[in-house]
Structures are given as C-alpha cells and as structure tokens.
C-alpha cells in the first residue's frame, strides 16, 4: 500500500517564526512536489524535485525554501512565517508520468 | 505556466440528478487527470485520460478529454450523498511530469 506522510496534520505559528514542514514516502519515488492550496485557486505548486539535493522552483516559491537530503523525504521550510502563509500544505511524489500520490496534507495557521 | 479553468466552483444538487463539470484551456496537454478530495485528506486520483476525443467510464462517472487535449469533461450520472467532495482537474505538460491545477468543484449532492 502506497504512502505519503506529512509530519504535522495541524499546526499553529506564530508570524517570524521558521517553520518545518515534513513529507516522507516510501514508494521510492524519484519526483516529490510541494504544493499550496487556498480556496477558489486550487492547488498552486511551490517547488519540486527530481532527484536527491534537487530542486526547482515551481509557480509560487516566494518565501519557501526546501530541501532533499533523502530520495524518500522532503522538507518545505518556511524561513520567516508570515500570515499571508496560512495554508492548508500538501506533499505528493510520484514516479515519471505515473499515478502522483499525496499526503493527508498540513493545515498551517500563522498567527 | 499553463492556466486550467474550471466550472462550476460550486455545485449543489439533489440525489439523483445528473451534473457535469468542465475543464478548460488555450494550452495543450500531454495528458489530463481528475482527482476527488474529501475532507481532511489529499486528493486521489479517479482516472487520466490521454487520447484527444478519449471516453473513460468509471461505474456512474464519465470522463472525457477533447479533441485538441485542451479541455476535459467530468459528466456524473444520477449522483449519490457519497459523491460528495472536492473535484480537481489537473494537466500535465508535454515536458517534465508537473502538473497544473484547475481550481477545483466543491460538489454537494443532497438526501
């Protein structure tokens, strides 16, 4: 059984305050995405990888920074929280052009 | 980056009544995807379509891809209380395996 699992279903912040977002997979996926999502816009992708310690910038990387040690895991960092960051954060990967999974995703408040 | 538009944003109906959701671009699309998401959780993948003019059944849901594989439509027959959730398009460009979100149908179907 396929899976994707973020670190944080809930979490609340504060504005200024460095914020780790966590998502691991264990289907050895080699693309793993970040995405944003808001109502009435969508999904809105951050960034993505394609391999282990690369990334690209996806639609909307503006405050966001990540990072891929592992093939299996990666990490959205948030560098100084800010308000208009309040989002509900959704991890997926997927292999090639294959079925893309995702996570249950993180519902981040920033206060 | 290319644009998908979809219709409606909302959609609330009564059992039994049949709705069709749509999905639309200037941009063509290697493939094109649809996804359901309930509440709490990610979205999950109901069916790709990839052929220009290609019909996909899944039981009560027909899905089809246009001609020129810009557009897609999600066609539900005499929908059910459990269709209820979150419905995504998503294309995939002709290069690199991202995928850009429509922004989504909040559907309702009423007991």
């Known amino acids: 059984d396929v899976k994707v699992t973020q670190s944080s279903r809930y979490l609340v912040k504060r504005t200024g305050e460095k914020v780790f977002l966590e998502c691991v997979q264990d289907?050895?996926?080699?693309?793993m995405f970040w995405y944003r999502q808001d109502p009435g816009l969508g999904l809105r992708l951050i960034y993505f990888s394609y391999d282990v310690k690369m990334k690209e910038k996806g639609d909307i990387p503006e405050g966001y920074s990540v990072s891929r040690e592992k093939k299996e895991r990666f990490s959205l960092i948030l560098e100084s929280a800010s308000t208009n960051q309040t989002s509900m954060y959704l991890c997926a990967s997927r292999e090639g052009r294959n079925t893309q999974y995702f996570g249950p995703g993180t519902r981040l408040t920033v206060l | 980056t290319q644009l998908l538009e979809q219709s409606p944003q909302f959609l609330s109906i009564q059992e039994g009544e049949n709705l069709t959701v749509y999905c639309n671009s200037s941009s063509v699309f290697s493939s094109l995807q649809w996804y359901r998401q309930e509440p709490g959780e990610g979205p999950v993948l109901l069916v790709t379509?990839?052929?220009?003019?290609e019909v996909k059944k899944l039981k009560r849901l027909t899905f089809q891809f246009g001609d020129a594989r810009k557009d897609s439509s999600l066609h539900i027959t005499a929908a059910q209380p459990g269709d209820t959730g979150l419905y995504l398009c998503a294309g995939e460009e002709t290069s690199g395996s991202r995928l850009t979100f429509g922004e989504g149908t909040q559907l309702t179907v009423n007991p």
């Open positions: 379509v990839v052929t220009g003019g």
């Open positions: 289907m050895d996926h080699e693309n």
